[in-house]
């Protein structure tokens, strides 16, 4: 399956795509075509998304208007980072992940 197709089907286009998101992208491709995704590689490709979004967050604003202005990409990295470590999570422990559904859950209420 072509990359541009993987993207079409989510109504994606490349330009839409975060930096990181892309180099995750591309070696998850990469490794389905070549036939040797594992859960280790999967585990792998979030951690290091996840980390990206965190060294993102950690940057300071050079001033005081630039932080004013930067809580929607701060709310944008937030959110993402929250979907990493669920995914992490599942991932990584069953029981773990089991507890924040029911966590997720028990926001939702």
Do not use: C
């Amino acid at each position: 399956m072509a990359f541009n197709e993987i993207l079409k089907q989510y109504g994606l286009t490349y330009e839409q795509l975060e930096p990181d998101e892309r180099d995750t992208f591309h070696s998850m491709l990469k490794a389905v075509e070549g036939s040797t995704l594992t859960v280790g590689k999967i585990k792998d490709a979030i951690a290091s998304a996840r980390y990206s979004v965190e060294q993102e967050l950690t940057k300071t604003p050079s001033n005081f208007f630039m932080w004013l202005l930067g809580w929607k990409r701060d709310f944008s990295l937030k959110a993402r980072l929250q979907n990493y470590m669920f995914l992490e999570s599942m991932l990584t422990a069953p029981d773990r992940a089991k507890r924040a559904l029911e966590e997720a859950l028990e926001k939702a209420k």
